[in-house]
């Protein structure tokens, strides 16, 4: 497969071309082994009104609701097949920002359709591929800050491209689409709109300069000629979720770092680089033309690359921090809530076939006003072990507990965590903290690996936990309680929200939980948050062909769920070839900002290149949205 090739690829798919899998099991078999779960299916979905059993308590009140009346106030929407958004009735969007829209006025007009941004503006206007995103009150204005993830070279490169860079200054501008955007966002009476040349306004891209905190910073394993001390990366990449810290910073996650490293000439693939999937050609070429990217050159560069990493929303001349303390994985987002005694802790997935989830937990303890210095520096990483009786734990990340040093830990945490047996999950994606009750939901997107194939680390892949079906296609949403409703508490008690199916095309476990339903079904789980009502809004990242397995979802779309009931009902759906993903909303919540990533057509222009975008949704008559 060439690099042009490559480039087609979902990110999932490239993990699966330094990894490949064994030939599948025969399709009847994989279904009557999951049909032969459902056993155990029946002893999920336990939470809510007390029961105990698929079918009764939680579920048959949901169905209930739906038959009743809704806890929703919006009708909700059906499939979509088409290049346009669609929302309930009563409600109007638009889009607040695309990619190439300026954020400063030297960059007005900068975008062409046909032949997208220029090197030297590329830094000016929102990056391309939104994703992760919060809002931020300060001062009395609004600041978005906002990922961009990745780049469609075939989209944004000019045309003799062919889809790869051909120089330095093509690389260049694949950086600076990349990355981070803050801007000044204000209501203008007819939704929202960038307020361009707002002193808040800042792009940090490939190429910003950073700094490192925690205990693997300084360590040998991240030092490089040009940066000796190692305290001093340059970019942060593949910025895929968000979180917002309680002192009101942001969190960029950092997702598929190893897919922009390649090598010129021989370097070592070490266990480490396989297990993150390091190594042959990198999908944009940029070690050709940048050596901090050429693993012959620079073998310790990516371990500088796949953090959390901290921005200050309301000091552009602020530097970011990436802290090593959280651990180095694909990370997809980083929710933070606060332990009973005010110790900070931060729920996190690593979204990779059979990889983990995470929470890091801080020494020391936070209240409003006070400094918030070392809470993201210095504490304890875990990783999270499910058992079949729907109890769970978090078990600690140590030299004792791994026989690894602290900062091996950090830098290779998916090693630590396979030494401790934790458990191979379905891919994790977002995970949001219900801010009504002490619990907490992660959406498992899918995996088609499950029951097939060990991660890349060899750790088996069993069908069991909340991981119940092989060949997982749908995914699912786990959630867990804390053991004496204490996020800070090392034992939980989990259930599946829904498990995401098919009803039309299956009878069994792969039509999906009963909540599922000929009305509302949906593929691929992904971005979470909850809103302040404490409803859960889902947004997903999957397949859109509306066939075969498929038929009758439609679009990528983004639903609301309500943790009491189980009742989940479609908002929103994308146009076709897009995910939805990245969710806040405006200080007065009346406003939702809904990011919809790689459209396919021409969407929202209708003519020239398909151009990712935020968009706004607002209620017509002002009331709060849902
Ligand atoms: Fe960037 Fe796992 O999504
Ligand atoms: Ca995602
Ligand atoms: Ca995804």
Redesign the pocket.
């Known amino acids: 497969m060439n690099r042009n090739e490559i480039i087609d690829l979902s990110w999932d798919d490239f993990d699966e071309l330094r990894d490949p899998r064994p030939e599948e099991n025969g399709f009847d078999q994989v279904v009557e082994r999951a049909i032969s779960r459902r056993g155990f299916l029946g002893g999920v979905l336990a939470f809510g009104s007390g029961a105990t059993v698929f079918g009764s308590g939680l579920l048959s009140s949901a169905t209930s609701a739906r038959a009743q009346v809704s806890v929703f106030a919006f009708e909700p929407v059906g499939i979509a097949t088409d290049f346009d958004i669609h929302v309930p009735a009563g409600y109007t969007w638009k889009p607040l920002v695309r990619w190439g829209d300026a954020l400063f006025s030297e960059a007005e007009g900068a975008f062409s359709p046909e032949t997208g941004v220029s090197v030297e503006m590329s830094d000016k206007v929102f990056g391309e591929n939104t ?1 992760g995103m919060e809002l931020f009150e300060v001062d009395g204005k609004q600041v978005i800050a906002v990922n961009s993830e990745y780049v469609n070279p075939k989209v944004n490169l000019p045309e003799g491209s062919e889809g790869m860079p051909k120089n330095a200054d093509e690389v260049v501008l694949l950086k600076h689409m990349q990355g981070v955007t803050v801007m000044e966002v204000a209501d203008t009476g007819n939704g929202y709109e960038v307020v361009v040349d707002s002193p808040f306004n800042r792009r940090i891209h490939h190429d910003t300069q950073m700094t490192m905190d925690g205990p693997a910073a300084g360590s040998d394993l991240v030092k490089t000629k040009a940066d000796p001390e190692g305290l001093s990366p340059k970019g942060t990449m593949n910025n ?2 968000s979180g917002k810290t309680l002192w009101g910073t942001y969190l960029t996650c950092e997702e598929n770092f190893n897919g922009y490293f390649g090598a010129t000439g021989a370097f070592e693939e070490t266990e480490e680089f396989k297990r993150y999937g390091i190594g042959g050609e990198g999908r944009y070429a940029y070690e050709k033309h940048d050596p901090r990217y050429d693993l012959s050159q620079e073998p310790n560069e990516p371990h500088r690359h796949g953090w959390v990493t901290e921005i200050d929303p309301a000091d552009p001349q602020s530097t970011p921090v990436k802290h090593t303390a959280l651990g180095r994985f694909k990370h ?1 987002n980083a929710e933070m809530v606060q332990a009973a005694d005010g110790r900070i802790v931060v729920y996190m997935g690593d ?1 990779e076939r059979g990889e983990f989830m995470y929470k890091f937990v801080s020494n020391g303890t936070w209240a409003e006003g006070q400094p918030t210095d070392g809470l993201l520096s210095d504490g304890t990483l875990y990783v999270a072990k499910f058992n079949d009786d729907q109890s769970g734990e978090w078990l600690p990340l140590t030299p004792e507990t791994t026989g690894m040093s602290l900062e091996e830990i950090l830098v290779f945490s998916r090693m630590a965590g396979s030494k401790v047996g934790a458990t191979t999950m379905d891919r994790p ?2 995970i949001a903290a219900n801010p009504l009750r002490v619990e907490a939901y992660c959406a498992l997107t899918n995996n088609k690996n499950r029951g097939l194939k060990t991660n890349a680390g060899g750790d088996e892949t069993p069908v069991s936990g909340p991981n119940p079906r092989e060949a997982n296609h749908y995914g699912q949403i786990v959630r867990w309680r804390p053991e004496g409703e204490d996020h800070g508490a090392d034992a939980f008690t989990w259930d599946l929200f829904v498990m995401a199916g098919n009803p039309e095309v299956h009878d069994d476990a792969y039509a999906g939980s009963p909540n599922v339903t000929p009305g509302n079904m949906f593929n691929s789980p ?2 979470m948050a909850f809103d302040t009502q404490g409803k859960l809004w889902i947004q997903t ?1 999957g397949e859109d062909s509306n066939e075969g397995d498929f038929a009758g979802m439609g679009n990528n779309q983004m639903l609301v769920g309500d943790p009491e009931t189980g009742e989940i009902a479609r908002f929103l759906t994308a146009p076709n070839g897009a995910e939805v ?1 990245g969710l806040c909303w405006s200080a007065d919540r009346k406003t939702a900002f809904v990011g919809i990533q790689h459209p396919g057509g021409s969407w929202p222009d209708g003519a020239g290149k398909p151009r990712s975008a935020i968009i706004a949704v607002w209620r017509e008559d002002g009331e709060l949205i849902g």
């Open positions: 994703d895929c979720g997809e979204d994606e977002w992904d971005g990242d993903t």
